[in-house]
């Protein structure tokens, strides 16, 4: 695991974006098209923002897939994570992509969750770009977190610090608004990318990083799987890095 450590979020989102924006690119050269993964949550607000401003990227050959979605949430939903990626990503970009795979929670979860596994089955991602949570998810594979699905997307209960986080972070006026149950993309998936981005500002989230850095690999600690993969950097700001050791 590489780790970028800046003083601000606005300069962790430009190395970000701009690493992300360099492996589209060279994916395009490679292979003519190029398919990504991409997170929401105000960890990635400043990432998605350099990303749409890279300059040299032809987005009309990049298919998008989406992290996680929650269960019964309508777009329109102030929380939504579609509606975060239409406003934030699709709609900043200068051309539309090749195809948005958004996560439509509002129906059949499960039938959902077979939608998308086809979509994705065979796919190269050539890049993920993600964060990590307050207790240490990724996605919405909260701790104890399943490490050994092969299945790309499934459904997940969420635990009360993760459903802490979105309230905190804003995005619901109480806790007992916060859904319960997510479509996420699973551990082994977001894995398979061949190069992972990983944004993480914030002294909140400063435990988190310090477990998946120099802890033990565990579902306890669902992101020090990162530690496992040949190609995963995490970009830090000082606050998240602060708990670090070395």
């Known amino acids: 695991m590489n780790i970028d450590i800046s003083q601000s979020k606005s300069e962790l989102g430009q190395k970000a974006g701009d690493h992300a924006a360099r492996l589209i690119r060279e994916e395009l050269q490679r ?5 990504i993964i991409v997170a929401t949550g105000a ?5 998605l923002a350099a990303l749409t401003r890279a300059p040299d990227v032809d987005w009309s050959r990049v298919t998008i897939f989406h992290l996680d979605e929650y269960v019964e949430m309508a777009p329109t939903h102030p929380a939504s994570f579609r509606r975060y990626l239409q406003e934030r990503l699709i709609d900043q970009l200068p051309a539309a992509p090749r195809a948005f795979h958004a996560i439509d929670g509002e129906g059949d979860a499960l039938a959902e969750c077979e939608r998308l596994n086809t979509l994705i089955e065979g796919k190269n991602i050539c890049v993920a770009c993600i964060g990590i949570g307050e207790n240490a998810h990724l996605a919405f594979n909260d701790p104890p977190a399943d490490f050994a699905t092969e299945t790309p997307f499934l459904v997940v209960e969420l635990d009360e610090a993760c459903r802490a986080q979105q309230l905190g972070e804003g995005w619901f006026a109480s806790l007992e608004e916060v859904p319960r149950r997510a479509i996420s993309m699973s551990i082994r998936q977001i894995m398979k990318a061949r190069e992972i981005v990983c944004s993480v500002p914030d002294e ?5 990083v310090k477990g998946a850095v120099e802890g033990e690999v565990s579902p306890d600690v669902p992101a020090s799987m990162l530690q496992q993969h040949p190609r ?5 700001d000082a606050p998240a890095a602060s708990l670090l050791d070395r």
């Open 43 to 47: 960890s990635q607000f400043d990432t």
């Open 31 to 35: 292979r003519g098209a190029a398919s």
């Open 204 to 208: 909140r989230k400063a435990r988190a």
């Open 232 to 236: 995963a950097t995490l970009y830090l």
